[in-house]
């Protein structure tokens, strides 16, 4: 590979020492030596006029050169579908095609018969309903695409948190240009193709490009990240390189087309029953032609006139094939598509009343024919805005619900315990607190992040003097596999300190040290442990997440590609995570029962607090609540046994990336087993946004910011459907 590389005179131009196409193929090629050529990271960093800690300038005369030399990060989408567009796909039913072929042959024998207009009325009639039909669906589907192009650009403000002149902010992921400096976590999906900056125990998913599950390492020995692909573990900052069509995800996009969809429970019962009525009445008109056509041989036979045919005859054989074409029509129930449609339309109608936006009319029948709904918890039953409630620190349980928090804190717990309770909220986080263009202070991280900050900033903690007041030496960040998260810091006075913070009963095993009352770090005894489990189980039965904080002090010297310590741990204290169930939900749970429908939660949060919100909820009442790890050592016996009797399903092996809930494995055994063996239709409300794409056992996916009108609205449908002795 030759080392001379030519910058186009345009580039240079604009202030860059590199063109898309030179930082397109690094990436995509995953070209070490090139990338080496070009001064690794640091000199990409450089011809490309940007700073690893400051970001791109914001200046509008700086961003419109940006922009065009190496584009936006938008794909190219495909043209809006005309009008006509549905009206084809309308007619592609089978009971309208099978109607249209009647009504032509209606037409042709009706007019030789009896002459036009009057041999053409029955035929006229059948296309007229045909056309009404077509026409009906045709019109509700375009209308409904107008509808979620709008719909679509509000799904399409996804933001992430981006470096620009100096301050951490949020941006949307379209306005991201080469240079830009992305801050990714675990779960964020990465938006364009870039070079890995800095980060910690970083794993990315490339599934979505590769097919491949293993998750691939980056680092600086390995610094390429392709779009679309996910953070299966760690944080990182990367330099954006690639936006748009040039990224890999944008020409995987553009080699694909959209795929054709299933039918629906009623199109196929419809499509049997016209295909089913259909033979019968060929069958019976076939045998009617043939009983008439022998009768009138046997009378010409008896007559001798068997070699002598008039144009009476020839009549009286298109009189008896009309009647075998008649006997067809009527076979045929022209009048069950459009009552069908009529219904699916006003079902829409009143969907779009409950601010519910249907693309396809047959999605509402789809929906009515659910009998059997399993619900993620966390943001779909509840609000996803979690706050510190409780906390069990220095031995004594405190009430957090008021403003006075912090000097009840301060008055409570002595000063060294709430420092070192300040360092462990502080540091080992995966969140931020910035200050905002607005120069007000706004908490970056995923909910229970969030929360954490929250309370210690009500503490009186200050962030960035905490992050200030000591060196991070490494991170181990939270999965589902450890159910912990772990940092390790370097001290003012040289030593070093880890802490500790996730699921309580994980960190809380490998403590043998708390903090008692006094502020003093006594051995944890075997009465200790059991209040304490106590605790936690207390904090669950009050649908509280809980999580536990411990530190550790490292008096020998630590090393970076040193693990962290699993054990030996001082605890500091517990915190009890509530998330308030949305308004509404218990009722929207007695309608679905009512109507038929069964309501199952399915979440990976500890089974107390999840028994206590579906408790809370109303879903949990007789039936069995059951974990992860046992519901995938059932046999197949077993789970068809146990399966109607679940309300509440739990699995602490959570896979952030792909999946809410359970892992594949289990997950997919459940669902088949529950459509499949029990003849169940499923409804995933707010469950698992990917399973649609991957899960052929689920009918219906939503994802949705508001419980009660979407449970509503399926117990509607439901009673809508069996009202009218469609289901």
């Not at 005309?82 to 309308?90: D, I, P, S």
């Not at 969030?450 to 181990?476: M, P, Y």
Request: aromatic content about 8%.
């Amino acid at each position: 590979m030759s080392t001379e590389y030519t910058v186009p005179e345009e580039v240079k131009t604009a202030g860059f020492d590199i063109c898309a196409d030179e930082l397109g193929s690094i990436v995509e090629g995953r070209d070490v030596k090139k990338l080496k050529i070009h001064g690794g990271v640091e000199g990409i960093t450089n011809k490309l006029n940007t700073s690893v800690d400051d970001g791109i300038s914001t200046s509008e005369h700086l961003l419109n050169p940006r922009k065009e030399i190496y584009g936006v990060n938008k794909f190219t989408e495909s043209p809006a579908r005309g009008f006509w567009v549905f009206v084809w796909e309308a007619l592609q039913d089978t009971t309208l095609m099978i109607l249209a072929v009647c009504a032509l042959v209606s037409l042709v024998v009706g007019i030789v018969m009896e002459g036009w207009p009057k041999g053409a009325q029955d035929g006229i009639g059948i296309v007229a309903s045909i056309l009404l039909v077509v026409f009906v669906t045709a019109t509700s589907d375009y209308r409904q695409s107008l509808q979620f192009k709008d719909l679509d650009k509000e799904k399409k403000k996804i933001t992430v948190q981006v470096t620009r002149n100096g301050c951490r902010q949020k941006l949307s992921i379209y306005d991201l240009l080469p240079g830009d400096i992305v801050h990714l976590n675990i779960g964020d999906q990465v938006p364009a193709d870039g070079l890995f900056v800095s980060g910690f125990s970083v794993l990315i998913n490339e599934s979505s490009l590769t097919g491949e599950s293993e998750p691939v390492n980056v680092s600086e020995l390995n610094p390429f990240l392709l779009s679309g692909t996910k953070v299966q573990d760690g944080s990182c900052k990367m330099l954006v390189t690639t936006v748009g069509m040039r990224t890999q995800w944008g020409k995987l996009m553009a080699t694909l087309s959209e795929g054709g969809d299933d039918e629906t429970p009623l199109q196929v019962k419809l499509n049997g029953v016209a295909t089913i009525i259909g033979k019968i009445g060929l069958f019976f008109a076939v045998v009617t032609f043939s009983v008439l056509v022998q009768g009138l041989f046997s009378r010409k036979l008896q007559e001798g006139s068997q070699w002598t045919w008039s144009g009476d005859d020839a009549m009286e054989i298109v009189e008896f094939f009309a009647i075998a074409v008649t006997i067809v029509v009527v076979a045929v129930p022209e009048g069950l598509p459009l009552a069908v449609t009529l219904s699916l339309a006003f079902a829409m109608k009143k969907m779009m009343n409950d601010k519910a936006l249907v693309r396809h009319l047959a999605a509402c029948e789809t929906m009515g024919s659910a009998t059997t709904i399993c619900s993620d918890k966390t943001g779909t039953l509840t609000t996803n805005h979690m706050t510190v409630v409780k906390a069990y620190i220095c031995g004594k349980i405190k009430e957090v619900n008021s403003s006075k928090v912090s000097s009840d804190f301060s008055s409570d717990i002595h000063d060294s315990s709430l420092a070192i309770l300040l360092e462990s909220i502080f540091n080992n986080t995966g969140g931020e607190v910035v200050k905002n263009k607005d120069e007000k202070i706004e908490i970056l991280g995923s909910p229970t992040e969030t929360a954490l900050l929250e309370f210690g900033l009500s503490l009186g903690g200050d962030f960035l003097k905490e992050r200030q007041r000591s060196k991070l030496v490494k991170v181990e960040p939270f999965n589902s596999i450890k159910k912990r998260m772990g940092v390790v810091l370097q001290l003012p006075d040289g030593g070093f300190r880890a802490h500790c913070k996730g699921a309580s009963e994980i960190v809380l095993a490998a403590c043998d040290k708390v903090v008692d009352s006094s502020g003093e770090v006594v051995p944890l005894n075997e009465d200790s442990i059991n209040q304490m489990n106590n605790i936690i189980e207390t904090f669950a039965g009050e649908a509280l997440r809980t999580l536990c904080l411990a530190y550790m002090d490292i008096h020998d010297e630590f090393f970076v590609g040193s693990p962290i310590p699993t054990r030996g741990y001082t605890c500091i204290g517990i915190v009890g995570i509530k998330d308030p169930v949305r308004p509404g939900v218990r009722e929207s749970v007695a309608i679905c029962r009512s109507a038929g429908i069964v309501v199952r939660m399915v979440t990976g949060d500890n089974i107390n607090t999840a028994k206590a919100i579906a408790r809370e909820c109303g879903i949990l009442t007789d039936g069995i609540a059951i974990e992860g790890p046992e519901f995938r050592e059932k046999t197949e016996e077993e789970l068809l046994d146990i399966i109607p009797k679940i309300q509440v399903c739990t699995c602490h092996l959570i896979d952030f990336c792909w999946f809410s809930c359970l892992r594949p494995w289990a997950k997919q055994v459940g669902l088949k087993m529950v459509r499949f063996s029990l003849g169940h239709n499923i409804l995933l409300p707010g469950l698992i946004y990917f399973s649609g794409f991957f899960n052929p056992s689920v009918q219906v996916h939503f994802g949705i910011s508001s419980t009660k009108p979407l449970l509503k609205i399926v117990c509607q449908k439901l009673i809508f459907w069996v009202a009218n002795g469609c289901q």
